[in-house]
Structure formats: C-alpha cells, structure tokens
C-alpha cells in the first residue's frame, strides 16, 4: 500500500506563498507512471482537487488557483510539489496529495491557514 507523507504547510498572511512536498512510498518506476494531485477539504466542506500533473507532468489546475498555484513532480525522489502563492483567506484547508484518481488511503495531509 502506498504510504503519502504531506509537509510544508503553516500559517501565512493573506498574499504570502508555502510550498508543500508530498512523498510517496512506491517504487519510482510505479510512481512515475501515475498522474498525481493535490486536493484540500475546508471546514465543512468536501474534498476538492486544487491541481493535477500526469505522468509526463502536464499540469492542470483548478479554476480558483489558477495562475497562483504551480504543480511539480520530481521522478528521482518520489515527490510531489505545490507551490502557492498569493494566498487567500479561502484557501484555508487541509491539503492531501493523492493519484489521479485519488485510490488507497489519503495521508494525515497538511494544514494551510491563511489569515486577512
């Protein structure tokens, strides 16, 4: 089973930047084949998938993040990267990487809170 490690989030000013990094416990050859994502779930509401990367790290992005949030993946370590940007209080959330689809059990994730 896939074991997926988020870090790199914290507290930040409304228009300051954190960059996340996930790890995942899969072989490379395993990982490097699967499309990746990041997805957040706010108070109350339902998970919902921020950014994607395929295997051959097209990118895609979620309408409200678009232009502020950028997706990496770096083949050799098995990780995966969300660089934010110009933070807003509603991108308030906890932050979880899975595949794409998301498959197997979602990580402890990563809180990111932005304060006004």
């Known amino acids: 089973q896939v074991q997926l490690v988020e870090s790199g989030g914290g507290l930040v000013q409304a228009g300051g930047s954190l960059r996340l990094s996930c790890a995942a416990s899969r072989s490379i050859f395993i990982f490097n084949s699967m499309a990746m994502a990041w997805y957040r779930q706010a108070p109350g509401k339902q998970r919902e998938l921020v950014a994607s990367?395929?295997?051959?790290?097209?990118?895609n992005y979620a309408g409200s993040v678009k232009g502020r949030f950028a997706i990496s993946r770096d083949p050799a370590k098995n990780t995966v990267s969300l660089q934010m940007n110009s933070l807003k209080p509603e991108d308030t959330a906890v932050y979880y990487c899975?595949?794409?689809?998301?498959?197997?059990?979602w990580g402890q994730g990563t809180q990111v809170t932005v304060s006004s």
């Open positions: 990367i395929t295997s051959r790290s097209v990118t």
């Open positions: 899975n595949s794409l689809p998301a498959a197997g059990s």
